[in-house]
């Protein structure tokens, strides 16, 4: 079985910060990992996934992840934070290439001025 | 771009009803997927479909579930009877099979409220 754990339902920093979003996953064999993002009334888009080439990758809008196999974990950063970053984050596992993901329950990220 | 669409964007109902949410997913994309978020909650997998016929389905997909593509464009998820703890946002899903760890495309989805 595999599971996904998102450490805070909202997570505040302020336009030009650093976002810190953090995703540990379980899984019995080797994962492939996605971070989705959701704008309000919008569906859930990819922002970046790992498949098993670069531990660290790089996604949309400037935002990046490394996944850290010892700490079974997939967190997403990006060093300067937008207001248009304010949405809710999804990390999501799954343990084949064409099978179903499992998400975690979301972080919600507000940004303020 | 191409988008996955669904309709409608809300609906309600009333518990015992028959529902249908539609999906038009992306027009070369040869799996699809349905997954429900209840209000609070993860989001979670219900089915996945291809070559016109389910090839996965999770626990919550139980007889009162079913999907169809009934011609070359849509992907319906029908609820035969409706109970008030069906009332979640549903996402339809589509991906093209191509790569390691295709990418599922996902719709705004379909707020569906039972009373």
């Known amino acids: 079985a595999q599971s996904v754990t998102q450490l805070g339902s909202h997570v505040s920093v302020s336009e030009g910060a650093l976002v810190l979003l953090r995703c540990n996953y379980s899984s019995s064999v080797p994962p492939y990992l996605f971070w989705y993002v959701q704008y309000p009334n919008q569906g859930l888009q990819l922002l970046l996934k790992y498949t098993s080439a670069a531990t660290l990758v790089k996604g949309i809008n400037g935002f990046e992840a490394e996944f850290k196999k010892s700490e079974t974990s997939f967190h997403l950063t990006k060093p300067s934070a937008h207001m248009s970053d304010a949405a809710e984050y999804f990390c999501?596992?799954?343990?084949?290439?064409?099978?179903?993901?499992?998400f975690g329950k979301g972080t919600m990220l507000l940004v303020s001025p | 771009e191409p988008e996955v669409t669904q309709t409608p964007s809300h609906q309600v109902t009333q518990m015992g009803q028959e529902v249908i949410l539609r999906c038009v997913p992306i027009s070369n994309h040869l799996y699809f997927y349905w997954y429900r978020q209840i209000l609070g909650q993860k989001v979670e997998f219900l089915v996945s479909f291809y070559n016109n016929e389910i090839s996965e389905k999770s626990e919550i997909f139980d007889d009162q579930f079913s999907v169809e593509r009934p011609d070359g464009s849509n992907f319906t998820l029908k609820i035969r009877s409706t109970k008030l703890e069906d009332s979640a946002m549903y996402f339809c899903a589509s991906s093209d099979g191509q790569g390691e760890a295709d990418t599922q495309y996902f719709g705004p989805g379909t707020r569906l409220t039972v009373l």
């Open positions: 999501a596992v799954t343990n084949s290439g064409y099978s179903t993901l499992t």
